[in-house]
C-alpha cells in the first residue's frame, strides 16, 4: 500500500527540487487521490520527468485521456488574408463536426492540401527533380484542388 503524505507538508527541500509548477501538479493529484496518494512515486515521476511531459502524466492520471504534446505557433496574415483563412476554418468546422478545435481543422484543410499536391506529383516526381526536363509543370491552386498544367 502506498505510504499517503498528503497530511504532512511538501518537504522544502524537496520542493525545491521539483520546483513550483511542478509542486502544484503534484498538489492536484494529492487533493485528488486522497490517502490513497502515493507520495514517492509522484515526486519520482517529478523529479525525473521534464515539466510538460509531468504536466501531460498529471492530466492523464486526473482525467484518464492521453493528451498530445501541444505548441502555440504564430505567424503574420494580413487584414486581406483574415477573412479566407476565417472562412476555411468555419468550412473545415462544419464538415468535421463543430466540437472539433481551430488546430484541428486547419491540420485538416493542410492535410487536404498536401494529399491534393501528393496527388498531383506522383509520377512525375522525376521531372520536378530535373530543371532540363522537357515537361515541366506549374501546380496552382484553384477551385478548391491543385490544377496540373504543361508549361509551353
Known amino acids: ?72 505557433i504564430y505567424f503574420k496574415l494580413y487584414k486581406s488574408q483574415l477573412p479566407v483563412v476565417e472562412r476555411a476554418l468555419e468550412t473545415a468546422a462544419l464538415m468535421l463536426g463543430s466540437d ?17 499536391a501528393a496527388l498531383e506529383t506522383r509520377g512525375s516526381e522525376q521531372s520536378l527533380r530535373e530543371p532540363d526536363s522537357q515537361q515541366k509543370f506549374i501546380c496552382r491552386f484553384g477551385a478548391g484542388r491543385f490544377v496540373r498544367k504543361k508549361a509551353k
Open 100 to 116: 472539433k478545435s481551430r488546430g484541428y481543422s486547419l491540420e485538416m484543410i493542410c492535410a487536404d492540401f498536401r494529399a491534393g
Open 1 to 72: 500500500m502506498p505510504t499517503p503524505c498528503l497530511p504532512v507538508p511538501f518537504p522544502k527541500r524537496q520542493l525545491r527540487e521539483v520546483g513550483w509548477s511542478k509542486a502544484t501538479e503534484l498538489a492536484k493529484v494529492a487533493r485528488r487521490d486522497g490517502a490513497e496518494f502515493d507520495c514517492a512515486t509522484w515526486v519520482h515521476k517529478a523529479k525525473e520527468l521534464p515539466k510538460e511531459d509531468f504536466k501531460r502524466a498529471v492530466e492523464c492520471h486526473l482525467t484518464g485521456k492521453e493528451t498530445e504534446p501541444w505548441e502555440i
